[in-house]
């Protein structure tokens, strides 16, 4: 039961279910014939920092769980806002 779930064993969630959705996405982006540039570890480092960077940002309670971002990352591979947040962070890093 999520409940009684510690602060960490919900912020190593959120990462995990993080990493899942960049994998998702990145399979997608090369079923579509993209290259990556930027070695995978750099693309998934970008979208947990973004992720942390959204969850700072909350004056109530700054955990990964309440990061902003998360709803549209975690939507799924057929999200357009999830597409659209992805490309948008992966845009920058994969120029390397």
Known sequence: MQDEWSLEEIEIQVIR?????????????????????APRSRLYAAVIHTVIASARLQSFCATLDSAEVLDALLDGP??????RVFDRILEGVNQV
Not at 18 to 33: S, T
Not at 78 to 83: F, I, P
């Open 17 to 37: 279910d993080v990493i899942d959705a960049v994998e998702v996405h990145l399979r997608g982006v090369e079923r579509r014939g993209a290259h990556l540039r």
């Open 78 to 83: 057929e999200s357009e806002d999830a597409r």
